[in-house]
């Protein structure tokens, strides 16, 4: 007996940041609703709505405790540089231990 009523999920996409200021421009226009435009470009409407969001916290009218575009982009930096300077900081720990072994 096949599953009433379920839907398979939908496989993860990823956007250009292009294809988002094309979909937030359209919601901004007015011309149509979110939910139309996510219906028309096959989105789903919580997408298109955090996309709104995100390019408001950018634009610098939306004060929601969120980060813009730039501080997220910055925040993953650093964290990248911090990973790194961990195992940096480890590998020299190594090191000292094993100099300071040798020389004894």
Known sequence: MESMGKKKPRPRRSFTAEFKAEIVELCQ?????IGQVAKDFDLTETAVREWL????????????GGMTTS?????????????????DVEI??????FFAKETR
């Open 53 to 64: 969001r995100q390019a408001e916290r950018d634009a610098g009218t939306r004060t929601d």
């Open 71 to 87: 501080e997220k982009e910055e925040l993953a930096q650093l964290r990248r540089e911090n990973r790194r300077l961990r195992e």
């Open 29 to 33: 226009r007015g011309d149509r609703s």
């Open 92 to 97: 020299l720990k190594r090191a000292t231990a």
